[in-house]
């Protein structure tokens, strides 16, 4: 099989030579699973902070308190 290659691109995008990709590394089998965990991940920081939550003021209902403290059987 013949050494892997890739193109060497230069600042403008265009590309200047082909470089030789060391055989040992990228030869090796493709491992869908970890390239799965891989895209996953990246989405999931890509989404991270991007859902807002409501604050005190904008939740509906609230002015009241909605049970007594005590007697009810129930947590604070």
């Given at each position: 099989m013949a050494a892997p290659k890739a193109p060497l691109l230069d600042a403008a995008g265009k590309k200047s030579k082909d470089v030789t990709l060391e055989e040992s590394i990228f030869a090796a089998d493709v491992k869908l699973h970890l390239v799965h965990e891989a895209v996953r991940a990246e989405l999931n920081e890509r989404r991270a902070g991007t859902r807002g939550a409501k604050s005190r003021g904008m939740v509906s209902g609230g002015r009241?308190?909605?049970?007594?403290?005590k007697g009810t059987g129930r947590a604070r």
């Open positions: 009241t308190k909605p049970w007594r403290q």
